[in-house]
């Protein structure tokens, strides 16, 4: 299954395909839920970052950020993303924010926002990109267009 607007994001399976296509949408436009099991952390993968998601009551702390942290192992360059239902405590905003780690939240809608600077130039950065790649389309239609008429 994969997740698209209007699906409500009712559970941790759909919760893990929100958060995948909602990386899509950031950029890593090889995100993918990882399969159902032991996932060492890591419920979305792509080549260049991972990502956690959490459908708890609780906000998340401090040790769940420190986890995928961990996860990364050796492979520094991967960029963490962490998507929780129900927020964060301040110690795992202060970790995050340290280890450059995006934190953003979601609700069952599949509404989504940035909670802290991290997340918050990743939407940036994939926002410009979006209108940039529209203005590409269309120079390229009115060029096509152009050399039609010549």
């Known amino acids: 299954m994969t997740w698209r607007p209007g699906i409500p994001v009712s559970d941790p399976i759909v919760a893990e395909e929100f958060a995948a296509w909602h990386m899509v949408?950031?950029?890593?436009?090889?995100?993918?839920?990882?399969?159902?099991?032991?996932?060492?952390?890591?419920?979305?993968?792509?080549?260049?970052?991972?990502?956690?998601?959490?459908?708890?009551?609780?906000?998340?702390?401090?040790?769940?950020?420190?986890?995928?942290?961990?996860?990364?192992?050796?492979r520094g360059h991967l960029s963490l993303v962490f998507y929780s239902k129900s927020g964060y405590t301040r110690e795992a905003g202060l970790s995050a924010e340290e280890l450059h780690m995006a934190l953003f939240v979601?609700?069952?809608?599949?509404?989504?926002?940035?909670?802290?600077?991290?997340?918050?130039?990743?939407?940036?950065?994939?926002?410009?990109?979006?209108?940039?790649?529209?203005?590409?389309?269309?120079?390229?239609?009115?060029g096509d267009y152009l050399a039609a008429l010549s």
């Open 25 to 74: 949408r950031l950029g890593y436009l090889d995100a993918v839920r990882t399969p159902t099991g032991a996932d060492g952390g890591i419920d979305v993968r792509a080549l260049t970052a991972i990502a956690q998601v959490k459908r708890t009551a609780s906000r998340v702390g401090r040790p769940d950020v420190q986890r995928l942290a961990g996860a990364r192992e050796s």
């Open 106 to 142: 979601y609700d069952e809608a599949g509404r989504v926002a940035s909670c802290n600077r991290w997340a918050a130039k990743l939407e940036a950065s994939a926002r410009a990109r979006r209108i940039r790649n529209r203005r590409k389309v269309r120079v390229v239609r009115r």
